[in-house]
């Protein structure tokens, strides 16, 4: 075992390629379908919307897929990124587990979503995209993004949800910094958008909302402007997956192996970034490392929601997939962990939660910050409010290791850092946050879901 705090790889140890768990998960790919149709999605749909390379990643069985050199190349503005262990948290908490951590706040827009924003706007760049159009909750999406499409020399029209966009007006400052066209979200610019803001000039948003705009962009652009999800799809799981890849290498660099390997989950995919090459170790290798993914209590899809066929946006004009769903319609409390807001997850990922690969687990807001505070004040580093709900996992499981006088090693990923989110530590920090209680209906949520026409095999 290392004596060493900080675990860097060189430049060349960067990976050649993504993995992509389609090839090992021992779930089948489940289908996608047309949300006009209700019939399976041909690729002529989503070529609408997607360039062609990015739809073949969507479907890929193939294990690797390889990182092409031009994004290789920006990659390695920032990565590989640092492996930490939290000496200092793990003496403050006195337990006998070794925490270890994974940095992707150390990419230049703040988080892990610079890994596939860089990836999407090279495939659109080479498919001949004139424009990108994209949704961002927080702002860390469309941050990344917009520096990937500068650096391809694309154009960018940003959704932003409206709360989002009053809350933190940095975030818009510095999109439009990188480039980017900024709308507050709904807009007047959709007939969606002008649709709710007849009903409610007064429309808060929600991430639902802006994906509904934003295609709806793409969609009426004839070809010229394509889109780009930032979380939930395939192709997007796939490029996180660097992050694990190089965990892999620094747990050897360390002489440890994770037993437990924790991540924060909105769309899910940071998550699975650094859990599915640990989820190949164990289908593969004969490894038991428990993967926990860590939603927040407000928004808790994978834990009480309905694992089903619905509606990648509220607008229902993104295809269906089969995932954990709170419903199309869910309107989150505003609670100030924005990137955790969405109503869905990733299906690769639910696929997965539901066959008892990964677990899942809840944690409220309150504790989160407590959490969040407590890490900021033993290693120094500001987390963002998403990355301390893994951060509240990690601490509890070291309680919990604590509890039974337990070597454990724990490995979570920090999805990004919490620089542009210091109105919600102020917020915390005067006492103004609550836990909120969202009341789930299981049944009603079932109602809503569409009936989708399953091909017969399936
Ligand atoms: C967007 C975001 C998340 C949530 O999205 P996932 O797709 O679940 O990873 C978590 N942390 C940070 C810092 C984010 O920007």
């Given at each position: ?374 890490f900021a004040h033993a290693e120094g580093l500001v987390p963002a409010p998403e990355s301390a709900h893994a951060i509240r996992a990690a601490i509890d499981e070291a309680l919990d290791a604590k509890a039974k006088d337990e070597k454990r090693v724990i490995l979570f990923n920090l999805s990004g850092h919490g620089n542009f989110d210091l109105a919600a530590y102020e917020a915390y920090l005067s006492g103004k946050l609550e836990d909120c209680e969202t009341i789930i209906d299981r049944d009603q949520i079932a109602r809503q879901l569409p009936k989708v026409n399953l091909p017969s095999a399936a």
């Amino acid at each position: 075992m290392s004596e060493q705090t900080r675990f860097i790889l060189s430049e060349s140890d960067l990976p050649h390629c993504w993995y992509n768990i389609a090839a090992d998960s021992p779930v089948p790919p489940t289908p996608v379908f047309n949300p006009m149709t209700q019939e399976p999605v041909t690729p002529d749909f989503l070529s609408v919307l997607f360039p062609m390379e990015l739809i073949m990643q969507e479907i890929s069985t193939e294990r690797f897929i390889d990182i092409p050199e031009e994004v290789r190349e920006i990659y390695k503005l920032w990565r590989p990124t640092p492996l930490l262990r939290a000496r200092r948290l793990e003496k403050a908490l006195g337990t006998p587990a070794h925490i270890y951590y994974k940095y992707e706040g150390a990419s230049p827009s703040g988080s892990h979503k610079s890994n596939t924003a860089v990836a999407q706007a090279f495939y659109n760049k080479i498919a001949g995209t004139r424009a990108m159009t994209t949704e961002t909750g927080a702002g860390q999406w469309g941050t990344a993004l917009s520096m990937a499409c500068r650096m391809f020399e694309m154009a960018l029209e940003v959704y932003m949800v409206k709360v989002s966009y009053q809350q933190k007006p940095y975030r818009r400052m510095l999109m439009e910094t990188y480039g980017a066209e900024v709308f507050a979200s709904p807009t007047n610019r959709t007939v969606y958008g002008n649709d709710l803001l007849k009903r409610d000039p007064n429309n808060p948003g929600s991430l639902g909302i802006a994906i509904s705009e934003a295609v709806e962009v793409a969609a009426a652009s004839n070809g010229s402007k394509k889109y780009g999800l930032g979380s939930v799809l395939n192709h997007v799981l796939l490029h996180q997956t660097v992050i694990g890849e190089e965990a892999l290498l620094q747990m050897d660099m360390a002489g440890e192996y994770p037993d437990v390997v924790i991540g924060c989950v909105g769309g899910g995919s940071n998550f699975s970034g650094i859990a599915f090459p640990f989820v190949r170790q164990n289908l593969k290798e004969g490894q038991r490392t428990r993967l926990l993914a860590v939603e927040p209590t407000a928004t808790p899809s994978l834990t009480q929601g309905v694992y089903g066929f619905d509606y990648g946006d509220t607008a229902r004009m993104a295809p269906i997939v089969k995932m954990h769903t709170l419903g199309a319609n869910f309107m989150p409390p505003a609670i100030h962990a924005g990137g955790l807001r969405y109503h869905g997850m990733a299906p690769q990922l639910c696929a997965l939660v539901d066959a008892g690969l990964i677990s899942a687990v809840a944690v409220p807001q309150t504790a989160t910050f407590e959490a969040a505070l407590q890490f900021a004040h033993a290693e120094g580093l500001v987390p963002a409010p998403e990355s301390a709900h893994a951060i509240r996992a990690a601490i509890d499981e070291a309680l919990d290791a604590k509890a039974k006088d337990e070597k454990r090693v724990i490995l979570f990923n920090l999805s990004g850092h919490g620089n542009f989110d210091l109105a919600a530590y102020e917020a915390y920090l005067s006492g103004k946050l609550e836990d909120c209680e969202t009341i789930i209906d299981r049944d009603q949520i079932a109602r809503q879901l569409p009936k989708v026409n399953l091909p017969s095999a399936a």
